[in-house]
Structure formats: structure tokens, C-alpha cells
């Protein structure tokens, strides 16, 4: 179950740097998730060399050597006999019968205020906030603030990476990688602490058509009609995917959030004063994170609400 989380941090962050890098200043939201699930589905009927370079994509190349010994088959179908009964167990601890969510969040946490929200020009927009306890990195190397809200009983969380001081949001974008990730949001580094919480109140509906991505990240065979290889799906020839598309929508007000589809020298934690402040009125990342599994639903980037 650790390796699945980490290829799907892994495929979250590829698919964010090609938006980013295509949609400059732009707003973004997708769900990680339900891409990796969806492109997995299609794994199950792809063969040879269509089959691998999907699971290189997803980062389901890695996984095969720490599976259970009863996941494993001797398929020419690669790793997929292998994946998918843990995407199952994985699927499973996401939609469990009491879980209070059916991955749309919703919760009471904010009263409203209204601040300016920064992106080259200021904008008036309305501002939620919050004094509670929440875990809180302060990161030296870029300097940010990595805030950390609960929402279901601490069942799912949003991770919150604001620049702080002279840093801007592109240094935080180019350190970005599982290992920074890793550090910025590791539980050493999360400490409980009395904060002051500012976010801006905002909505995103976005829809992505994702061919030209996913064949710049190596998932090329599977579109074109000549070289793919979908015979698990049907015998015969000709079957390729035509276009993909991901649409994700997201809603940050005072109801709460509803969305539907280690050590080192950079990070320090710091003596704060009694209550810290995080005043998210400048452009910020987000993730929405399943907490036991460590899996990341849905990823983000506000430039401007």
C-alpha cells in the first residue's frame, strides 16, 4: 500500500508540473485519483509495449517487488494482475461504510472576513477565518508555510504550501519533487500549534483534455491507431484511445470543502510566539489528502479565486 501512495504522489506531481508548465498564471484543480484509477482501468486491457509505458506513466513500474506474494502472477500482461487487487484494498479503506464521505468533503470550520488577494495586482476578495489548533511547518529553503486542515473527524486533510517573505509560489513550483514533499509535510515537521487561519473563499470548475499530457509524459502508443495494443480489451484491431478528459470541481467556503472527482537542512521548525499567523492572501498550492492511506485526492494550485 506505501509503494501505491507513493506512485500516486509521484503521477500527482507529473501531471501538475505539464498543467503548470501549459497553463502559466493560470488557476488549477484536478484529481490525481481518479486519473490513476481510470488509466489503470484501461491497463487491464492493454499488452506489450502499450501496457508499459501506461505503467511507467502511473509509476506502477516500481511496485511489483513490494507486493504480497499472492498478488503476483506470471501474466505477459506485465504488472496488472498484480496492481489491481491493491487498488481494490486501497478503493476499499477510501469508501469505508462509515467514513461520513463519498470523497465530497464537507465541513464547518471558517466566519468570513474580507482581505486582499495578491497576484501581481491586488483584488478584493471575501476571506474565511479561523483561530484553532492545526499542524503547521515553517520551511527554511524555499520559505513557506505548510498548513495542514482536518476535515471528517482527521479522516481526510488539506495541505496548505504558502510562500512566505521575498519567496514566490514559481520557487516553491521548481522544488517540488516526492522527496520535498516528503520533508515539507512529514509528521516532524507538522507540529500542533494555536494558528490564526486566513484562506480566501473560492470555487473551481475545471475541465483538462489530457492527450497532449500524458503523451509528453510517455504515454504514447495507446493514441495512435497503428501501435496500440488493447487486446485484453477486444482481439481486434484498430482499437486506440481517441482523448481523454478530467473534469474536477472544487468549493472553499464557510461550510467547509466540497470536492468532487525527513530531516535537512531546508526545513526548521522555530520557537512561535503563542498563536502563528497564515494569511493565505497571495497565490498558494493545495492538496486534499486521504490521511491513512496517504493518498492525494485532488491537487490545486489558487492564483486567483
Same mark, same amino acid.
Given at each position: 500500500?506505501?509503494?501505491?501512495?507513493?506512485?500516486?504522489?509521484?503521477? @500527482?506531481?507529473?501531471?501538475?508540473?505539464?498543467? #503548470?508548465?501549459?497553463?502559466?498564471?493560470?488557476? !488549477? $484543480?484536478?484529481?490525481?485519483?481518479?486519473?490513476? &484509477?481510470?488509466?489503470?482501468?484501461?491497463?487491464?486491457?492493454?499488452?506489450?509495449? @502499450?501496457? %508499459?509505458?501506461?505503467?511507467?506513466?502511473?509509476? $506502477?513500474?516500481? !511496485?511489483?517487488?513490494?507486493?504480497?506474494? %499472492? $498478488?503476483?502472477?506470471?501474466?505477459? @500482461?506485465?504488472?496488472?494482475?498484480?496492481?489491481?487487487? %491493491?487498488?481494490?484494498?486501497?478503493?476499499?479503506?477510501? #469508501?469505508?461504510?462509515?467514513?461520513? &464521505?463519498?470523497?465530497?468533503?464537507?465541513?464547518?470550520? &471558517?466566519?468570513?472576513?474580507?482581505?486582499?488577494?495578491?497576484?501581481?495586482?491586488?483584488?478584493?476578495?471575501?476571506?474565511? &477565518?479561523?483561530?484553532?489548533t492545526f499542524k503547521l511547518a515553517f520551511i527554511k529553503e524555499p520559505r513557506m508555510q505548510v498548513l495542514e486542515l482536518p476535515y471528517i473527524n482527521k479522516q481526510l486533510s488539506m495541505i496548505i504550501l504558502l510562500p512566505v517573505g521575498t519567496a514566490d509560489l514559481e520557487q516553491i513550483e521548481k522544488q517540488l519533487n516526492l522527496k520535498t514533499f516528503s520533508e515539507w509535510t512529514s509528521t516532524s515537521n507538522m507540529v500542533e500549534r494555536e494558528v490564526d487561519v486566513h484562506i480566501p473563499r473560492f470555487k473551481l470548475d475545471i475541465k483538462y483534455e489530457l492527450n497532449s499530457l500524458l503523451k509528453s509524459l510517455g504515454m504514447t502508443d495507446v493514441f495512435s491507431q497503428i501501435k496500440a495494443d488493447l487486446s485484453g480489451i477486444s482481439p481486434g484491431k484498430g482499437l486506440y484511445l481517441s482523448k481523454v478528459i478530467h473534469k474536477a470541481y472544487v468549493d472553499v467556503n464557510e461550510e467547509g470543502t466540497e470536492a468532487a472527482a525527513a530531516t535537512g537542512e531546508n526545513v526548521v521548525v522555530k520557537r512561535l510566539p503563542i498563536r502563528a499567523q497564515f494569511m493565505a492572501n497571495h497565490p498558494f498550492l493545495f492538496f486534499i489528502r486521504h490521511v491513512r492511506t496517504n493518498t492525494i485526492l485532488f491537487c490545486g494550485k489558487l492564483t486567483s479565486p
Amino acid at each position: 500500500m506505501a509503494s501505491l501512495s507513493i506512485a500516486n504522489v509521484e503521477f @500527482c506531481l507529473d501531471v501538475f508540473k505539464e498543467l #503548470n508548465s501549459n497553463n502559466i498564471g493560470d488557476n !488549477i $484543480f484536478f484529481s490525481p485519483l481518479s486519473l490513476l &484509477y481510470a488509466l489503470s482501468m484501461l491497463l487491464l486491457g492493454a499488452r506489450g509495449n @502499450c501496457a %508499459e509505458q501506461i505503467e511507467k506513466v502511473l509509476h $506502477f513500474n516500481h !511496485i511489483a517487488e513490494s507486493l504480497k506474494p %499472492e $498478488f503476483k502472477d506470471s501474466s505477459k @500482461c506485465s504488472q496488472t494482475g498484480r496492481i489491481h487487487p %491493491e487498488l481494490g484494498v486501497l478503493f476499499s479503506q477510501l #469508501n469505508q461504510p462509515d467514513s461520513n &464521505y463519498t470523497l465530497s468533503i464537507a465541513n464547518r470550520l &471558517y466566519g468570513t472576513k474580507a482581505k486582499a488577494f495578491h497576484q501581481g495586482k491586488s483584488v478584493i476578495v471575501d476571506m474565511m &477565518y479561523q483561530t484553532g489548533t492545526f499542524k503547521l511547518a515553517f520551511i527554511k529553503e524555499p520559505r513557506m508555510q505548510v498548513l495542514e486542515l482536518p476535515y471528517i473527524n482527521k479522516q481526510l486533510s488539506m495541505i496548505i504550501l504558502l510562500p512566505v517573505g521575498t519567496a514566490d509560489l514559481e520557487q516553491i513550483e521548481k522544488q517540488l519533487n516526492l522527496k520535498t514533499f516528503s520533508e515539507w509535510t512529514s509528521t516532524s515537521n507538522m507540529v500542533e500549534r494555536e494558528v490564526d487561519v486566513h484562506i480566501p473563499r473560492f470555487k473551481l470548475d475545471i475541465k483538462y483534455e489530457l492527450n497532449s499530457l500524458l503523451k509528453s509524459l510517455g504515454m504514447t502508443d495507446v493514441f495512435s491507431q497503428i501501435k496500440a495494443d488493447l487486446s485484453g480489451i477486444s482481439p481486434g484491431k484498430g482499437l486506440y484511445l481517441s482523448k481523454v478528459i478530467h473534469k474536477a470541481y472544487v468549493d472553499v467556503n464557510e461550510e467547509g470543502t466540497e470536492a468532487a472527482a525527513a530531516t535537512g537542512e531546508n526545513v526548521v521548525v522555530k520557537r512561535l510566539p503563542i498563536r502563528a499567523q497564515f494569511m493565505a492572501n497571495h497565490p498558494f498550492l493545495f492538496f486534499i489528502r486521504h490521511v491513512r492511506t496517504n493518498t492525494i485526492l485532488f491537487c490545486g494550485k489558487l492564483t486567483s479565486p
